[in-house]
Every structure is written in C-alpha cells, then in structure tokens.
DNA sequence: GCTGTTTTGGTCAGATAAGGTCAAACGCAT
DNA sequence: ATGCGTTTGACCTTATCTGACCAAAACAGC
C-alpha cells in the first residue's frame, strides 16, 4: 500500500464518493500533471482497477474537448451477471453455448425478455458463413459487447 | 460534452426545435463571432454533425445576403424508420454508415438512447479483424437483425 | 449591359489538444 | 536472481480549430 497506482485509485473513488452521481469525469493529462507522473499510467490504473469485474466502466473521448468518465455499477460484482459473462464468454463461443448463457440470464431476472431477443438477434438469428471459427470469434465479441452494456445500464435506468 | 463544436451542435439543434419549421436559417459570419471561432469552424461542425447520413441538409449561399439553410429531413416514425433500416442496410456495411444510421433513428426519435448503445456495442465497439469484407457483411447482418428487432418492439410496450 | 468592389461562404493543409498502445526499464519481495 | 506489479517514454490515432487563400453572389457606377 503507498504506489502511485495506489493514490491515483484512491483519488478516484474519493471523487466517485463525494460526488453526487456514480460517475466522475476527469481529464487524463490533467490527473496526470497533478499526480505528476506520465499520461499513460492513467491508464494502467484504469484497465487494472476500475475493470467491469471491479464493477466500473470506463468511457473516453479523444481530441479536444477529450475526456476519461468513470461509472461506478451498483451491483455485487461476484454475484451479478457480469460475472458470468466474463466467465462464460471467452475468445471464441459457439451458438448453443451462447443461447444457454442468455437463458440463464433471463432465468436470474438480470435480463429482460426483450433484451435477449435483441440478443438473439444479433447472434444466434444469424446464417452461417463460410468461416466458421472467425464467426465463433466475432459471436463471441458482440455477445460480451451487448450483454456487458445491458447488464451495465438496466432497461428504465 | 464540451468541444466548442459540440456547443455550435447543440445551439443549431436548439434553433431548430424552437423554430416553427424544420429548417433554420443562420450566417457563417454571425455565427462563428457569437462562438468566437474561425467561420470555417462553423463548416467543421456542418460536415461532420449536420450530415445527410445524420438526417440533415444543408443548403447555403454566398454573396451579400448569403446564408447557411439547413433543414432536419422529418420521416413519419415507426414504419419509416424501418424503411430507412431497409433502404440504408445492404449486404455488407462500414462502421461510419451504420453509424450514421443509428445517430439518424435516434434523432428521428424511434430509437433511444439504451438501445442506441447497444447497437453501437454489437456492431462498432469491435476491433478489426484480418477478414474486412467478411466483417462488413457480418455486420450489415447484425445491424439488420437488431434494429428490426428494436423497432417492431419498442421499449416499455 | 459591363466591370470592379464588397460581402459572403468554401476549401484545405497544418496546428493544437486530447487520449491510446506497447515495449522496455524499474524496484521490491521472494 | 527472478518474477510481478509498477512506471516511463516513444510513437500513434482521433477530434477539433485556425488561417491563408479561393469562389460566388450582389451591388454600384459607368
């Protein structure tokens, strides 16, 4: 306890905290300036302490105006669907593997009946193609990008 | 939010809300020293927000009494919107143009912003893989299935 | 009707202002 | 001395903004 990454983190809950929302929003090189360490270490304390699994979110922009927004999700990430993402969806998933993950979400009510047919839309209603692992690849991506934002932002949230 | 160009955006869209027509009627020169900009800023913010694709024209003349015109192209909702999905969807489609084309239905207000992200998440927020082509049609597929899907069965009904 | 001047807007290259990536260096505990 | 988390720096991508120069429309005086 007492790295950089360390302070940098506390800094950003405390922000998180004190805020009135679950959200802050700051400037990467101005976070950097005032901890007085290179703009990149920024981001290695985002993608190694405000991960989905740690229950965060991190949204950016770049160019003038750019900036690093921070949402803090609500739920117990052990027991919480995006738990279960991670854990089911790995490089690659086939089309069963993947129906029975959105069942299962749907069985733990973390899921809506209309957001998995949304779901089942994008990756199962879906002819095959002629290259069968690179579409393993690319379900398994869009599968882990669509169920990680619902999860995220609730329907009437 | 906070580029001059997002607030040159919102003040354009604003005018045309409050205005009785779709259409609204400003100078380059007017408006770019109400900013404080260069006049070609105000082009910037044209070409890149007030777009076809986006659901805009823009009509403009030069010379004394020269103006900037620019019209919202108004669709009847719902079954328009599904026309548009048609119209704009081929076989294979880049990420600018699907993106054009959710930033259009949410505009029209067929689409809202949840179900915006979770497009953008299935379809743009995905790196490039080593088959472009294959990535377009796939996408065009998704886009397809997932709008149908979102359109025929609006939230909250 | 011409022609030149003024008033607009258009274009485009380059400057500026963010943030991203990745490999290498660092440093401490085992 | 090795391994892991940390830290840095060089280089990249994206978005925005400006300024110099160009083009068209209106207008004024012939």
Chains 1, 2 share one sequence.
Do not use: W
Request: aromatic share 6%; glycine share 6%.
């Amino acid at each position: 306890m007492g790295s950089l990454s360390d302070y940098i983190e506390s800094y950003l809950k405390l922000l998180l905290d004190n805020g009135p929302h679950d959200c802050v929003e700051v400037q990467r090189r101005e976070l950097a300036e005032r901890f007085r360490c290179a703009p990149s270490q920024i981001n290695y304390v985002l993608s190694t302490r405000f991960t989905v699994e740690r229950g965060y979110v991190v949204e950016t922009r770049r160019g003038g105006g750019g900036y690093i927004r921070i949402y803090r999700l609500d739920e117990e990430p052990e027991t919480s669907g995006i738990h279960m993402v991670y854990e089911s969806v790995g490089d690659a998933i086939d089309r069963k593997a993947a129906e029975d993950l959105v069942a299962r979400l749907v069985d733990m009510g973390v899921l809506d009946e209309r957001d998995a047919a949304c779901v089942r839309a994008a990756v199962f209603d879906q002819e095959d193609t002629e290259a069968p692992e690179l579409e393993r690849i690319i379900r398994a991506r869009v599968l882990r990008a669509i169920l990680m934002l619902m999860l995220t932002q609730p329907p009437t949230a």
